[in-house]
């Protein structure tokens, strides 16, 4: 005879599927025990740079029954961003999760559908949705429910598919079926970090996030350290180096996802148009866009800085 929570689990995750996840895996609710003293020691360095709101609700990042009463299951899911045309070789550079529409909306929608789905098929169940907007450790999670492993960059990666997919979390208080951690395929690879113009992967599986291209093109908003001119090889918001140098990441697959396809004008743009480009071409393009958040100055800046 099937237990309760082993159908859930079933039937979640063919939801999930059915949703256009990439994957789903579910991990108990309780204290991230072995993730304490590493965001320990990170924050102590000063690793999160600008990014003070990392300092905030440390408690909370381990404990999911702290952000949810009564909380039992995390269930951590993937989906693909992995596009199937790039920009132009004469381009200052975006990263490709920032090509379509704001993820946060988009999957905001179908974590709000599954956990819709679960209430009509189970009952009365309680949780919230969350995606890259609350104090919940994904990657974290995500490894902890077999969806893949820590890499040497600090991203969560799969034999099967590589790393290019957003993590999102519903953290529920239904008793769920657990799945296990998988094991490390990194082996004596280094490419991410030998890659790195910045040298922000400061050792295996150590990302300086004061350092980080990412970091100096979205987060910090003052100027950008002189000191890193001519080191962010035309990334102009966000970077995919340590991935796209990944050797898992010959495994990824074009989404098909139609609200992460890019603007039509976007592919094409060149160098010359980004360094002239207006504020009206800026809203035209990047309306619906996780960009946005850069606002035009923020991108003007960034521009300046890649401009021989």
């Excluded at 920032?98 to 949780?127: C, M, P, R, T, W």
């Excluded at 490419?191 to 990302?207: F, H, L, Q, R, S």
């Excluded at 396809?261 to 866009?289: A, C, G, R, Y």
Aim: net charge negative.
């Amino acid at each position: 005879m099937i237990n309760n929570a082993s159908k859930y689990s079933t039937i979640i995750k063919a939801e999930a599927k059915r949703l256009g996840f990439l994957s789903c895996g579910i991990s108990k609710a309780e204290f991230l025990e072995a993730e304490a003293p590493r965001l320990e020691t990170w924050l102590n360095k000063n690793m999160n740079g600008e990014m003070r709101y990392m300092e905030n609700h440390f408690d909370k990042r381990l404990d999911p029954t702290l952000l949810v009463e009564g909380s039992k299951s995390v269930v951590s899911l993937l989906l693909n961003y992995y596009p199937s045309e790039t920009q132009t070789d004469d381009s200052y550079k975006l990263s490709k999760y920032a090509y379509g529409n704001d993820y946060h909306h988009v999957i905001k929608h179908k974590l709000k559908s599954l956990l819709y789905f679960i209430q009509d098929e189970i009952g009365e169940v309680g949780g919230r949705a969350f995606v890259d907007s609350a104090p919940v450790l994904d990657k974290a999670w995500a490894a902890k429910s077999g969806l893949g492993w820590i890499g040497k960059h600090s991203n969560l990666l799969t034999q099967q598919v590589g790393s290019f997919y957003f993590i999102a979390e519903l953290i529920i208080d239904l008793e769920l079926e657990y799945d296990y951690a998988t094991t490390d395929h990194c082996g004596t690879c280094t490419k991410c970090i030998d890659a790195c113009p910045t040298e922000a992967i400061t050792e295996p599986y150590v990302v300086d996030g004061s350092k980080c291209i990412s970091y100096f093109t979205i987060e910090l908003k003052e100027n950008i350290p002189t000191e890193f001119k001519g080191q962010f090889d035309d990334w102009m918001f966000g970077c995919d180096i340590c991935q796209d140098v990944c050797p898992w990441n010959r495994f990824s697959k074009p989404h098909n996802e139609p609200l992460f396809n890019p603007h039509p004008e976007l592919l094409d743009m060149t160098k010359k148009d980004w360094e002239e480009i207006t504020e009206d071409t800026f809203k035209k393009v990047f309306q619906k866009s996780a960009v946005k958040r850069t606002k035009f100055a923020g991108l003007e800046r960034n521009i300046e800085f890649l401009k021989d």
